[in-house]
C-alpha cells in the first residue's frame, strides 16, 4: 500500500511537470505608426487592460479537444508591454493568460488551472487597435495632454538609458578589477561540515560566524595552524588550516551537475501535494531538467550524480538565504527516461555536513523509478522484462 501511494505522489509530480511544461507564456507583438501615449489611450477605449469571460474555450487555446467538457467557466485577462521603438513608433506585447476551472472525472484534481492561448485572443486585440488608431488618429494626435506624455515618457527613457550606462560602466570597472584581484589571492573552501570562524587564533576565541561546507574564503594570513581570512563585511577572522581545503574548479556544484549530461530550464517553490512523508504539505522547490545536446537517456549514474549535485546546490543556496522558502528539492528529468528525485532539506544539510553516509542520505531519498537512478536496479529491472 506503501509503495502504491509512493507511485501516485510521483506520478503525480510528473503531471505537475508536464501541466507546467505545456503552459509556457507565449506572447503575440506589433509595432505601430503611433506614440506610445496614443496606443496606450486608445488601449484604454477597447477596455483592454479589464478581463473578460470566454463563451467556450474551444478555438482559444492549445488544449486537446477531449479535455475540453472537463472545463468550466473561462475568463482572459491580457497582458500588455508597450516599449517606444521611436518617438512616433510604439511595440506592443501581448499575452493572453487564459483560466477555467478544471473538474477532475477523478475527483482529485479539480481546481482552477491556467491554460497557454492559441494567440487567436492576442491576434484580434491587436487587430482592433489597429482599426481604432487608424480611425480615431486624428483625435489621438491632437490631444496635448497625450503629447505632453509623449515628451514626459522620451525624457524619462533617455534619463533611464543614461543611468543604465553608468551603472554598466561601474559593474565593468568592479569586474576588471576583482579579476586582477582574483588572480592574487589565495582562496579556501571549508572542507566540511559546520565550522567556526573565530575572533582570534585561539581555541576559545569568540565565534564571528558559523561557516558552512563550500563556503569561500580569502586567506589573508597564514600564522601557524591557523589562517586569517576575509570576511563580507570587510573584517576578518580566524580557521584552523586544517578545516579548509584549497579552492578548486570542481567545488562548483552547478558545474559539477552540468557534466552529468542536464541542465535546468525551469523551478518554482510550491506545496509539495504527494504523500511522501518526509516532503507532505511542505513548501518544496520543484526543478525540471533535461538532456544537453543530443542526449536522450542518461545513464544511471549520469542521472544520479546531476539530482545529488542538485540537492546539494540548492542546499547551499538555502542555508546562505536570509529567509529560507522551501524545506526539500524535488528533480523532474524531462527525458526519455523520465524519473523523479526527491530530497528533504534537512536530509541533505546532514550529508553535506557529513552527520550521515551517502548510502544512508539516498536511502532517505525518494528515487522513482529507481532503476534510472542506479544501475542494479536497471540490471534487474531489465532481466525481469
Sequence with gaps: ?????????????????????AQTPKGVQREFAFPITAVEAALKQLDAYTGARLPTLDGFITTERAQLPHYQRPYYEYKINLTMAGATRTEV?????VSAWFEDPQGQQSGYQTLESNGRLESDLLDRLGEYLTTNQSKLLADPSALVKQIAAVRQQESDAQQQI???????QQAQTGSEHADRAELVTVARGRIAVLKSPEEHSPVVLHAQAQDEFEVLEHRGAWLRVNLQDASSGWVRSSDVRPA???????????????????????PFSGDWPRLKGKPTLYVWARPLGSSLNA???GRLHFAQALFRQRYL?????????????????????????????????QWVDETI?????????????????????????????
Design 93 to 97: 506585447q501581448v499575452r493572453a493568460e
Design 248 to 270: 578548486a574548479a570542481g567545488d562548483d556544484s552547478s558545474s559539477s551537475a552540468d557534466s552529468a549530461g542536464f541542465m535546468v530550464i525551469r523551478k518554482n517553490v510550491m
Design 317 to 349: 543556496e538555502a542555508v546562505h538565504s536570509p529567509q529560507r522558502s522551501f524545506e526539500g528539492v524535488v528533480v523532474i528529468f524531462l527525458d526519455a527516461g523520465g524519473g523523479v528525485a526527491a530530497a528533504n532539506l534537512e536530509d541533505i544539510g
Design 357 to 385: 553516509k551517502e548510502p544512508v542520505f539516498q536511502a532517505r531519498c525518494s528515487f522513482d523509478p529507481r532503476s534510472e537512478f542506479f544501475a542494479a536496479a536497471r540490471a534487474e529491472a531489465q532481466r525481469k522484462r
Design 166 to 172: 553608468a551603472e554598466l560602466e561601474q559593474q565593468l
Design 299 to 301: 545513464s544511471p549514474a
Design 1 to 21: 500500500m506503501k509503495a502504491m501511494r509512493s507511485a501516485g505522489m510521483l506520478a503525480a509530480v510528473l503531471l505537475l511537470g508536464l501541466l507546467l511544461n
